[in-house]
């Protein structure tokens, strides 16, 4: 068992960022903003009040994720994806262009698609009184058009929302006015770019609908400080204090070093089973790190860049702490992604349409495969809160989520008071707020 004092030492050693080979601009840290220490008022996170005012100026301004590209691959290709009261239709275009539209009849508002599907298209044909369009949004046909005079012969075309692609997804935004995707990415693309997500296939795709904030589902990926709180497990081969946090314009991410021991962890010289398997896996002998489990976060780097040639991974494009520890970054209001070499593990949290308690989970994973490799796209999945189990960790993640919803609504509750290893949740409060605008704080 160690004591206080013996975690102190191992936290005040220091740490290795980036070893010989490979730098990369993508690992400097920048200057933390100073952003105060206030409390955080719990009513962003329960008032139905700031729910809607979060919506009309927040999520209607922003770029958000659609799908998937590979999803819709052909001309006609549709899927739909709902996010707050809003559905929407994206359809892969002849030029292969993605376009996007609000699923709404414009006759008498139904649905024209499933809110939940993907399917393949000549035209859109809304179900009640068969008003149709082609996939480009534009009018074909209105039965007994004669009969409304008002409509001159010719109905509303599909009311459209602006799609651009990056990392192979589409993102849209409601927003006429936004501007260009890769100008509200901002740096994103230029660290990320050398992972090739538009290279990694989607293996894994499900939403859970969670009882919580959508922010609190954010906040609960956005530090490491929960990790000796309810991860215990995660100590032998993650540490969690010498954590890089990095406030990147309206995103922001921090680096994670992996196969390397927390300085909590109690026992700092034996290699724990996860270290053995880990070490097996990158062809190494555990008992080479038997004393020093510290030593083996480098080894992995240096195995991966003597494969670096004959990999279909991009280990070539890698620094070298990329090869070995968890780079996690958050795109503004609610793309979270857990990036290493090999895969990629993505949380989007979306809001309930009208219930600030209540949220959408989408977890969706990616692998680069090898090219031989049998691929099927996998189906997507919806299930309520425990319902099924994400795997030990997400599961701790999830228990404790409504939890902390109950608590924010309880009026012995205040706020959020955030420390250091907080400072991401923080930062993302002060976006929220730039877009939202402080007359709105509810109480
Ligand atoms: S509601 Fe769509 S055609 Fe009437
Ligand atoms: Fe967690």
């Known amino acids: ?113 499933p809110t939940d599907g993907t399917g393949a298209a000549h035209s859109f044909k809304c179900g009640y009184h068969h008003w149709e369009w082609d996939v480009s949004g534009q009018h074909i046909h209105v039965p007994d058009i004669e009969t409304f005079p008002q409509l001159n012969g010719c109905t509303q075309h599909l009311k459209q929302v602006k799609v651009d692609t990056w990392g192979g997804f589409f993102w849209f935004s409601m927003n006429p006015d936004a501007e260009p995707l890769r100008d509200y990415l901002g740096v994103i693309p230029d660290h990320l770019d050398p992972y090739r997500f538009e290279d ?59 196969t390397t021991p927390s300085p909590r962890y109690r026992d700092q010289r034996t290699l724990s089973e996860v270290m053995v398997g880990m070490a097996q896996l990158n062809g190494l002998d555990p008992a080479d790190f038997e004393g020093n489990p510290r030593g083996l976060r480098l080894a ?7 494969k670096q040639d004959d990999s279909i991974y991009p280990y070539k494009d890698l620094s070298d702490d990329q090869l070995s520890d968890d780079y996690h970054y958050m795109i503004f209001p609610n793309f979270t992604m857990n ?73 012995a509750y205040d706020g959020l008071i955030l420390g250091t290893q907080e400072l991401r949740i923080r930062h993302f409060h002060k976006t929220l707020m730039d877009y939202v605008g402080a007359d709105v704080d509810a109480d």
Not at 226 to 253: A, K, M, T
Not at 300 to 306: M, S
Not at 349 to 360: A, G, V
Not at 373 to 401: K, M
Request: net charge negative; charged share 25%.
């Open 339 to 411: 990036i290493y070499g090999e895969t990629m593990l993505l949380f989007v949290s979306r809001p309930h349409p009208t219930d600030p308690n209540r949220m959408y989970y989408d977890l969706m994973n990616f692998a680069h495969l090898d090219k031989d490799q049998p691929y099927q796209i996998p189906d997507h999945q919806t299930y309520r809160h425990g319902q099924i189990s994400l795997g030990l960790v997400l599961d701790q993640d999830a228990h404790n989520l409504p939890l902390v919803q109950a608590g924010m609504n309880s009026s």
């Open 300 to 306: 992995i780097q240096k195995a991966k860049r003597a």
């Open 1 to 113: 068992m160690a004591t206080r004092d013996d975690i102190e030492h191992w936290k005040s050693l220091p740490f290795v960022r980036l070893n010989e080979g490979r730098q990369s601009k993508a690992a400097e840290k920048q200057p933390d903003p100073d952003l105060g220490f206030g409390t955080i008022p719990a009513s962003r996170y329960t008032s139905p009040a700031f729910h809607k005012a979060e919506w009309d100026r927040m999520w209607t301004r922003v770029w958000l994720v659609g799908g998937r590209e590979e999803l819709i691959p052909d001309a006609g290709d549709w899927m739909t994806h709902t996010v707050g009261p809003e559905n929407f239709i994206f359809a892969r275009q002849e030029d292969g262009s993605i376009r996007g539209f609000f699923n709404v009849c414009p006759h008498r508002g139904n649905r024209i698609l």
């Open 200 to 258: 990694m296939k989607l293996i894994d795709w499900k939403t859970i609908e969670w009882d919580c904030n959508w922010k609190a589902s954010v906040d609960a990926f956005n530090e490491t400080y929960h990790v000796q709180g309810i991860h215990p497990e995660l100590l032998s081969w993650l540490d969690d204090w010498n954590v890089q946090i990095d406030c990147l314009g309206r995103h922001n991410r921090y680096i994670v070093p992996f």
